[in-house]
């Protein structure tokens, strides 16, 4: 049976176009105005930083947390949307300047594990066991300025608390190899898989393969897909698309590369992703350029090229494909790929 592939994004994709050289160029909507728009488009889920849960989490107890939590899941009841997973945002803080689980600072350490473990909370009450771990300042400006050997214990200790204080949560690991660090501590998937061995109960430790991550560490996606999927750990996916070795750009998916992101549909259609239950998530923004009535657009279209792309792979012609590999005729190959893609 085909994979009838199910949709997610998350607020943060409807973004407002601030970039570190200057401000938003759409005026900001309300977190009711994502939802319906999700919603209007056809989207099946919404992913969830703790904070896009439950905004100024840092100053609110426990109790409150729980509240605004209940609060949410009703709205997304009412809508009929599913949180796909709960991510902690551990580099917004004062106290995650210097990295969260492997801050030099104890203090910090701490604030990181016990944002994770409300975090984990705030999962349970929108139902949902995925944990996405984007381990943003784990990593280093400066490599004297930590112990790597340290660091990979220090996350290992951070991900058996979490996998103690909940016995069902899945932490999604999604890796990046730069930015905002110069260099992460786990900066592709093989990282990810190996830290995974490493920790109390490694069938709860899998990842989330990010386009543009890949792109940056100078993999292919699609490589990067069939690796984790050979392990079962591929439990969440950012699609998206990134023009070399810049800035995460997180442009819309096939916007920069067409045949990579065919051949990221192909590795997900021959691994059955999705037969889980997993989401295809898109974490693109809109172009800065872009004005308040095109603001779903990158949304939309990478839905569309997704679903353009699936076809494709589908009626891709693999019995003459065989013939030409078998001839090791790759020049011939080639071009069929690129005559299927354009079309006739
Ligand atoms: C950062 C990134 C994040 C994560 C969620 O590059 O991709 O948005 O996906 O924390
Ligand atoms: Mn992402």
């Known amino acids: 049976m085909p994979t009838r592939y199910k ?55 426990d ?16 809508a009929g949307i599913a949180a796909e997973m709960v991510a ?23 604030y990181a594990i016990d944002r994770s473990l409300r975090c984990i909370e705030i999962g349970k009450i929108l ?3 995925l944990i996405v771990l984007w381990l943003a300042r784990e990593g280093t400006y400066l490599r004297e300025a930590k112990n790597g050997r340290r660091s990979v214990d220090l996350l290992v200790e951070a991900f058996d608390k979490m996998l103690a204080a909940d016995k069902k949560a899945r932490l999604s ?21 190996a830290i995974a061995q490493l920790t109390r109960d490694p069938k709860r430790v899998g990842c989330l393969i990010e386009s543009a991550h890949a792109i940056l560490a100078g993999l292919d996606p699609a490589d990067e897909i069939d690796f984790a999927m050979a392990f079962g750990k591929l439990w969440s996916l950012h699609l998206n698309d990134q023009n070399g070795l810049k800035f995460d750009q997180d442009k819309p998916f096939g916007s920069t590369n067409l045949r990579s992101a065919f051949n990221q549909v192909r590795a997900l259609e021959r691994n059955g992703y999705g037969a889980k239950g997993e989401y295809v998530c898109f974490d693109v923004h809109p172009f800065r350029t872009t004005k308040p ?19 494709k792979a589908r009626s891709y012609d693999d019995a003459t494909a065989k013939k030409l590999i078998a001839n090791r005729d790759y020049a011939a190959l080639d071009q069929m790929v690129i005559e299927h893609l354009l079309g006739k």
């Not at 919603?39 to 100024?56: I, N, S, T, W, Y």
């Not at 902690?88 to 701490?110: E, V």
Request: charge should be negative; hydrophobic fraction near 30%.
């Open 7 to 61: 949709f997610c994004f998350g607020p943060w994709n409807i973004s407002e176009g601030q970039d570190p050289y200057g401000p938003t160029t759409r005026p900001a909507q309300d977190f009711d105005w994502k939802l319906c728009a999700l919603k209007k488009l056809g989207f099946d889920a919404m992913m969830f930083h703790d904070d896009d849960a439950v905004p100024d989490i840092d100053g609110k107890s």
């Open 63 to 78: 109790s409150q947390i729980r509240k605004e939590a209940k609060e949410l899941k009703k709205k997304l009841d009412d």
């Open 88 to 110: 902690p945002r551990l580099w917004f803080s004062p106290n995650t300047i210097d990295g969260a689980y492997t801050s030099n600072d104890p203090k910090h350490r701490q």
């Open 127 to 129: 139902g949902t066991d």
């Open 173 to 193: 690991i999604e890796p990046k190899p730069n930015e905002p660090m110069d260099h992460a501590y786990i900066p592709t998937i093989g990282h990810a898989l």
């Open 293 to 311: 009535e095109h603001w779903l657009a990158h949304l939309d279209n990478s839905r569309k090229t997704f679903l353009r792309l699936v076809e």
